[in-house]
């Protein structure tokens, strides 16, 4: 499976960004997609993710409310809206898939990972 993300930048708090990741390859056991995040030094944390067959939804209680994973089974694409974005939401952006059966919200049941995205958020 190979994932190519997209989208990121810079804006500033209270704007929005959009990133996308697709995917190709043998994806049939990419039972959910996610996204994650990385500061320099610190352990990828979990965003949020999403079914790919039912399209249930899971976030991180930091994100809740304001970003939101959607999936276009077509393209066979993952999108994070990020709306209200907080400096703290600054940092390297992430995408994945997981062959777990249940929602997988860590970085190590992840096994496939796309390159990372910038977003910077200036107070």
């Known amino acids: 499976v190979q994932l190519q993300a997209s989208g990121g930048g810079s804006v500033q708090a209270g704007g929005s960004l959009r990133l996308s990741c697709a995917a190709s390859?043998?994806?049939?056991?990419?039972?959910?997609r996610g996204w994650f995040r990385q500061a320099p030094g610190k352990e990828r944390e979990f965003v949020a993710a999403?079914?790919?067959?039912?399209?249930?939804?899971y976030y991180a209680d930091s994100v809740k409310g304001r970003f939101t994973i959607s999936r276009d089974n077509a393209k066979n694409t993952v999108y994070l809206q990020m709306n209200s974005l907080k400096p703290e939401d600054t940092d390297v952006y992430y995408c994945a898939t997981s062959s777990k059966a249940s929602a997988p919200t860590r970085w190590n049941e992840y096994s496939n990972w796309g390159q990372g995205s910038q977003v910077t958020v200036s107070s």
């Open positions: 999403i079914s790919w067959r039912g399209g249930t939804t």
């Open positions: 390859g043998r994806t049939f056991s990419s039972y959910y």
